[in-house]
T-cell receptor, first 117, second 115 residues
Framework: AQKVTQAQTEISVVEKEDVTLDCVYETRDTTYYLFWYKQPPSGELVFLIRRNSFDEQNEISGRYSWNFQKSTSSFNFTITASQVVDSAVYFCALSEISNFGNEKLTFGTGTRLTIIP | NAGVMQNPRHLVRRRGQEARLRCSPMKGHSHVYWYRQLPEEGLKFMVYLQKENIIDESGMPKERFSAEFPKEGPSILRIQQVVRGDSAAYFC?????????????FGPGTRLTVT
């Protein structure tokens, strides 16, 4: 069975500090996708990134960067120069192929990030 | 192109009542997924439907829960005789006619409160 672990339940940092959110996953699939979503206090899910299991290149998007390491089954997310608007719950997710051939997402339990002004 | 729409956004039901949650997929999308987020937890897969067919309901509770996606109209997640433990956020996602989960688009969710 697939599993996603986000060991950090809550993190608080002062504005402008850098912060890294950890994500460790388990899967027997050789092809899979990893995702990060942001859930602000308003409650909707905001898609941040999708990464194919064959692409281990790190990715940077503005203040956001992602470090994918297959050797340690980790897909960590770093926010540099954090801002108050980054305060949210962040979910890591993993795709899996069901017995019916469809793909579905397995989510971690989330990390609540609070940026202190 | 409008995104995935869910209504109502907030729903309050007393124990024993029925809850009906609607999901209108993005235009051109024929696949719908429902996920449930219990308080302080991540989302958990419930059911995957295509038009007029339930494909994978492996995450659905065995009793009181049902889902449909008719040929016309939105997908409906129905919860009969609600209990306090059903209080959660229910998210719908849609995807186009392919099996690539990387194209799943989420709606804003319906927050169900059972009193």
């Amino acid at each position: 069975a697939q599993k996603v672990t986000q060991a950090q339940t809550e993190i608080s940092v002062v504005e402008k500090e850098d912060v890294t959110l950890d994500c460790v996953y388990e899967t027997r699939d050789t092809t899979y996708y990893l995702f990060w979503y942001k859930q602000p206090p308003s409650g909707e899910l905001v898609f941040l990134i999708r990464r194919n299991s064959f692409d281990e290149q790190n990715e940077i998007s503005g203040r956001y960067s992602w470090n994918f390491q297959k050797s340690t089954s980790s897909f960590n997310f770093t926010i540099t120069a954090s801002q108050v608007v980054d305060s949210a719950v962040y979910f890591c997710a993993l795709s899996e192929i069901s017995n019916f051939g469809n793909e579905k997402l397995t989510f971690g339990t989330g990390t609540r990030l609070t940026i202190i002004p | 192109n409008a995104g995935v729409m869910q209504n109502p956004r907030h729903l309050v039901r007393r124990r024993g009542q029925e809850a009906r949650l609607r999901c209108s997929p993005m235009k051109g999308h024929s696949h719908v997924y429902w996920y449930r987020q219990l308080p302080e937890e991540g989302l958990k897969f419930m059911v995957y439907l295509q038009k007029e067919n339930i494909i994978d309901e492996s995450g659905m509770p065995k009793e009181r829960f049902s889902a449909e996606f008719p040929k016309e109209g939105p997908s409906i997640l129905r919860i009969q005789q609600v209990v306090r433990g059903d209080s959660a956020a229910y998210f719908c996602a849609s995807s186009p006619p392919s099996y690539r989960v990387n194209e799943q688009y989420f709606g804003p969710g319906t927050r169900l409160t059972v009193t």
